[in-house]
């Protein structure tokens, strides 16, 4: 096995399926399935998730709420996903935790790192919602920092596509893809792998970075055990 602690970064987006917005309950399902596959073998698994199937803080700004009110708006949306992917998982035996960085007592622990870290240690499988608690950060910087506390070997970026390419696949037939590519190169080429505070933290904190294609079924287990799955950001 070659990642005992990972974390595991999800879109909110990803969990709409096909619908225009909200939660796929089949989509759901597929993810569940496939986490409790590494799951199974041994792997720590920690979680964090986007909200933007149900609310985006950048998106409210423009329509006119308040950036902060926004940003806090999308928090409560990933607790709402986080509650919904915990569901899914212990409905197949699986024990979670769902820790917030906002206090919801009533639903979640509020996050605490040992207490997170004695969770992964006991096989639970933990997921974190609300972001950092900060308003102008995002989720990939809140996945970026909980990897880093927790001492996760890679974090694992979820995407629809099967890793970092040259330019974009969906758009350009020509784009070639990375197999593995150096800090440095993504920020030189201006790729883009995640927003610039959660890869330059990811960076200084020689924490790889992993993209792969969520969708497909297998791959999170194959990366689990070594194989040659998406593209890995390291340290050149």
Do not use: W
């Amino acid at each position: 096995m070659k990642y005992n602690r990972i974390l595991l970064k999800l879109s909110g987006e990803a969990l709409m399926g096909d619908k225009q917005y909200g939660i796929d309950p089949a989509r759901l399902s597929e993810y569940a399935d496939e986490i409790k596959k590494i799951h199974d073998i041994g792997v720590e698994i920690a979680i964090v998730i986007g909200g933007g199937n149900i609310f985006r803080g950048v998106a409210g700004a423009s329509n006119g709420i308040d950036r902060v009110q926004g940003d806090y708006m999308g928090m409560l949306a990933t607790v709402i996903n986080g509650m919904a992917l915990q569901g899914a998982l212990e409905s197949r035996g699986m024990l979670t935790r769902l820790q917030t960085a906002l206090k919801i007592e009533a639903i979640a622990e509020p996050y605490i790192k040992r207490r997170a870290v004695r969770h992964l240690e006991k096989g639970r499988i933990v997921i974190f919602g609300a972001g950092t608690g900060n308003p102008y950060f995002t989720t990939d910087t809140a996945a970026v920092l909980r990897g880093i506390e927790i001492n996760a070997d890679v974090i694992l970026k979820g995407t629809r596509v099967d890793g970092i390419y040259t330019a974009d696949p969906e758009k350009d037939p020509l784009a070639t893809k990375f197999d593995f590519i150096s800090f440095e190169e993504v920020l030189k080429k201006g790729l883009n792998v995640m927003d610039t505070t959660a890869f330059t933290l990811s960076q200084e904190n020689k924490l790889p970075i992993l993209v792969f294609d969520m969708n497909k079924k297998g791959n999170l287990e194959k990366i689990c055990n070594g194989e040659n799955v998406g593209t890995v950001v390291n340290i050149g």
